[in-house]
């Protein structure tokens, strides 16, 4: 099982159950997105929030 079955899944309103392969995928495409996240902001920190220090 890859992504494109996670996304039909989703699509298709079913429920992901723990411990079943979509949930392995959904995990694993979650934690990829984090460390891509973690990667974009460790190249260009502060880019986004140059206008914004001291706005929150």
């Known amino acids: 099982m890859e992504l494109d079955d996670l996304l039909d899944a989703l699509n298709a309103g ?3 159950t723990g411990d079943s ?3 392995e995928i959904m ?3 979650s934690q990829d997105a984090l460390r891509i996240t973690g990667e974009l ?3 260009y920190p502060n880019a986004n929030m140059t206008g ?3 706005t929150y």
């Open 14 to 16: 079913d429920t992901i």
């Open 41 to 43: 902001n460790g190249v």
């Open 52 to 54: 914004f220090v001291g």
């Open 21 to 23: 392969p979509l949930h």
């Open 27 to 29: 995990h694993r495409i």
